[in-house]
Protein backbone atom coordinates (compact mmCIF):
# COMPACT_ATOMS: atom_id res chain seq x y z
CA UNK A 1 0.00 0.00 0.00
CA UNK A 2 2.54 2.80 1.07
CA UNK A 3 4.23 1.46 -2.48
CA UNK A 4 2.17 2.54 -4.41
CA UNK A 5 1.47 5.70 -2.62
CA UNK A 6 4.97 6.70 -3.64
CA UNK A 7 5.18 5.26 -6.81
CA UNK A 8 1.99 7.19 -7.83
CA UNK A 9 0.45 3.77 -8.82
CA UNK A 10 -3.28 5.78 -8.50
CA UNK A 11 -2.19 9.45 -8.66
CA UNK A 12 -5.42 10.99 -7.18
CA UNK A 13 -4.95 8.86 -3.96
CA UNK A 14 -0.99 9.94 -4.14
CA UNK A 15 -2.03 13.15 -4.00
CA UNK A 16 -4.61 13.40 -1.62
CA UNK A 17 -2.41 11.51 0.84
CA UNK A 18 0.70 14.16 -0.10
CA UNK A 19 -2.03 17.04 0.12
CA UNK A 20 -3.52 15.98 3.60
CA UNK A 21 0.42 15.20 5.01
CA UNK A 22 2.12 18.08 3.91
CA UNK A 23 -1.15 20.34 4.92
CA UNK A 24 -0.77 19.11 8.17
CA UNK A 25 2.71 19.29 8.75
CA UNK A 26 2.79 22.92 7.60
CA UNK A 27 0.02 23.74 9.93
CA UNK A 28 1.95 21.95 12.82
CA UNK A 29 5.04 25.20 11.79
CA UNK A 30 2.52 27.89 12.78
CA UNK A 31 -0.02 26.56 15.16
CA UNK A 32 0.29 23.89 18.46
CA UNK A 33 -0.74 20.52 17.82
CA UNK A 34 -3.54 20.97 20.18
CA UNK A 35 -5.11 23.78 17.93
CA UNK A 36 -4.06 21.47 14.51
CA UNK A 37 -5.98 18.75 15.87
CA UNK A 38 -8.93 20.45 17.36
CA UNK A 39 -8.94 22.30 13.76
CA UNK A 40 -8.96 19.16 12.04
CA UNK A 41 -11.56 17.30 14.18
CA UNK A 42 -14.05 20.62 13.54
CA UNK A 43 -14.04 20.51 9.79
CA UNK A 44 -14.54 16.80 9.99
CA UNK A 45 -17.49 17.57 12.06
CA UNK A 46 -18.79 19.88 9.98
CA UNK A 47 -18.43 17.66 6.75
CA UNK A 48 -20.48 14.68 8.39
CA UNK A 49 -22.91 16.96 10.50
CA UNK A 50 -24.05 18.48 6.88
CA UNK A 51 -23.92 15.39 5.14
CA UNK A 52 -26.03 14.45 7.50
CA UNK A 53 -28.07 16.98 8.00
CA UNK A 54 -29.03 17.22 4.39
CA UNK A 55 -30.05 13.83 4.04
CA UNK A 56 -32.36 14.78 6.36
CA UNK A 57 -33.51 17.86 4.38
CA UNK A 58 -33.98 15.42 1.68
CA UNK A 59 -36.16 13.14 3.83
CA UNK A 60 -38.73 16.31 4.83
CA UNK A 61 -38.75 16.99 1.29
CA UNK A 62 -39.73 13.20 0.63
CA UNK A 63 -36.97 13.15 -1.79
CA UNK A 64 -34.79 10.51 0.51
CA UNK A 65 -35.56 7.68 2.68
CA UNK A 66 -33.28 9.49 5.62
CA UNK A 67 -30.79 6.99 6.03
CA UNK A 68 -27.66 8.03 7.48
CA UNK A 69 -25.42 8.21 5.10
CA UNK A 70 -22.51 6.58 7.04
CA UNK A 71 -24.44 3.74 8.31
CA UNK A 72 -22.14 1.17 6.18
CA UNK A 73 -18.97 2.86 8.21
CA UNK A 74 -20.88 2.32 11.49
CA UNK A 75 -21.98 -1.38 10.89
CA UNK A 76 -18.58 -2.54 9.63
CA UNK A 77 -16.23 -4.44 11.81
CA UNK A 78 -13.15 -2.50 13.15
CA UNK A 79 -10.27 -3.46 10.70
CA UNK A 80 -8.12 -5.67 13.39
CA UNK A 81 -8.99 -8.46 14.89
CA UNK A 82 -8.47 -9.51 18.68
CA UNK A 83 -5.47 -11.98 17.36
CA UNK A 84 -3.92 -9.49 15.04
CA UNK A 85 -4.21 -6.61 18.23
CA UNK A 86 -2.32 -9.21 19.97
CA UNK A 87 0.10 -10.47 17.42
CA UNK A 88 0.90 -6.41 17.36
CA UNK A 89 0.92 -5.71 20.43
CA UNK A 90 3.44 -8.36 21.52
CA UNK A 91 5.36 -6.99 18.68
CA UNK A 92 5.14 -3.61 19.76
CA UNK A 93 6.75 -4.56 22.93
CA UNK A 94 9.25 -7.06 21.91
CA UNK A 95 10.35 -4.17 19.41
CA UNK A 96 10.54 -1.48 22.23
CA UNK A 97 12.56 -3.72 24.51
CA UNK A 98 15.10 -4.15 21.83
CA UNK A 99 15.18 -0.41 21.73
CA UNK A 100 15.42 0.06 25.37
CA UNK A 101 18.20 -2.54 25.49
CA UNK A 102 20.53 -1.34 23.07
CA UNK A 103 20.00 2.74 24.45
CA UNK A 104 21.13 1.05 27.38
CA UNK A 105 23.88 -0.48 26.02
CA UNK A 106 24.86 2.73 24.70
CA UNK A 107 24.62 4.96 27.31
CA UNK A 108 26.19 2.84 29.75
CA UNK A 109 28.95 2.68 27.72
CA UNK A 110 29.28 -1.37 27.42
CA UNK A 111 31.14 -1.26 24.18
CA UNK A 112 32.88 1.98 23.83
CA UNK A 113 33.43 2.12 20.19
CA UNK A 114 30.02 1.77 19.43
CA UNK A 115 29.14 4.56 22.50
CA UNK A 116 31.62 6.70 20.70
CA UNK A 117 30.14 5.90 17.54
CA UNK A 118 26.40 7.24 18.99
CA UNK A 119 27.66 10.37 20.60
CA UNK A 120 29.52 11.29 17.67
CA UNK A 121 26.03 11.04 15.79
CA UNK A 122 24.43 13.18 18.42
CA UNK A 123 26.76 16.01 17.70
CA UNK A 124 26.51 16.14 13.70
CA UNK A 125 22.69 16.07 14.95
CA UNK A 126 23.31 19.36 16.77
CA UNK A 127 24.64 21.04 14.04
CA UNK A 128 21.62 19.83 11.80
CA UNK A 129 19.50 21.29 14.19
CA UNK A 130 20.89 24.59 14.48
CA UNK A 131 20.18 24.54 10.64
CA UNK A 132 16.74 22.91 10.30
CA UNK A 133 14.01 22.23 13.23
CA UNK A 134 12.22 18.25 13.63
CA UNK A 135 9.21 20.07 11.38
CA UNK A 136 11.53 21.36 8.48
CA UNK A 137 13.08 17.86 8.28
CA UNK A 138 10.04 15.83 8.68
CA UNK A 139 8.62 17.84 5.25
CA UNK A 140 11.62 17.32 3.50
CA UNK A 141 11.31 13.70 4.70
CA UNK A 142 7.74 13.24 3.32
CA UNK A 143 8.65 15.18 -0.02
CA UNK A 144 11.30 13.22 -0.75
CA UNK A 145 9.41 9.94 -0.17
CA UNK A 146 6.84 11.07 -2.71
CA UNK A 147 9.57 12.33 -5.19
CA UNK A 148 12.87 9.94 -5.21
CA UNK A 149 11.11 6.63 -5.84
CA UNK A 150 9.22 7.71 -8.84
CA UNK A 151 11.97 9.74 -10.22
CA UNK A 152 14.22 6.54 -9.83
CA UNK A 153 11.71 4.62 -11.56
CA UNK A 154 11.54 6.85 -14.33
CA UNK A 155 15.48 7.44 -14.89
CA UNK A 156 16.97 3.92 -13.69
CA UNK A 157 19.36 3.67 -15.80
CA UNK A 158 20.97 6.93 -15.82
CA UNK A 159 21.35 6.42 -11.69
CA UNK A 160 22.35 3.17 -11.90
CA UNK A 161 25.12 3.93 -14.43
CA UNK A 162 26.21 6.81 -12.59
CA UNK A 163 26.14 4.73 -9.20
CA UNK A 164 28.50 2.93 -11.07
CA UNK A 165 30.95 4.98 -11.53
CA UNK A 166 31.13 6.17 -7.87
CA UNK A 167 31.19 2.77 -6.85
CA UNK A 168 34.37 1.92 -8.97
CA UNK A 169 36.28 5.31 -8.31
CA UNK A 170 35.55 4.65 -4.19
CA UNK A 171 37.10 0.60 -4.94
CA UNK A 172 39.67 2.63 -6.80
CA UNK A 173 40.86 4.26 -3.89
CA UNK A 174 43.54 2.56 -1.82
CA UNK A 175 44.10 3.22 1.86
CA UNK A 176 47.98 3.75 2.65
CA UNK A 177 48.95 1.32 5.21
CA UNK A 178 49.17 2.05 9.23
CA UNK A 179 52.44 1.31 11.16
CA UNK A 180 52.13 -2.00 12.50
CA UNK A 181 48.99 -2.99 11.07
CA UNK A 182 48.53 -6.31 10.29
CA UNK A 183 45.03 -7.25 9.15
CA UNK A 184 42.44 -5.50 7.28
CA UNK A 185 42.51 -2.20 5.24
CA UNK A 186 45.46 -1.08 6.94
CA UNK A 187 47.75 -3.84 6.45
CA UNK A 188 51.40 -4.09 5.44
CA UNK A 189 51.66 -5.96 2.67
CA UNK A 190 54.20 -9.09 3.34
CA UNK A 191 57.71 -8.66 1.76
CA UNK A 192 58.17 -10.97 -1.08
Known sequence: CVADLVYWRDTR?????????????????????VSVGSYGALAM??????????????????RSDGANP?????DAELPLSQEQLERLTARFSRDFLAAAHTLRRLFLVEDLVDSIKFAFLFYILTYVGAVFNGLTLLILGVISAFT?????????????????????????????????????????????
Open 148 to 192: FPLLYRQHQAQIDQYVGLVRNQLSNLRLPALPGATQGPYAKAKPE
Open 70 to 74: FQAQL
Open 45 to 62: LGITITLRLGRKALQALR
Open 13 to 33: TSALVLTGIMVTLLSLLHFSI
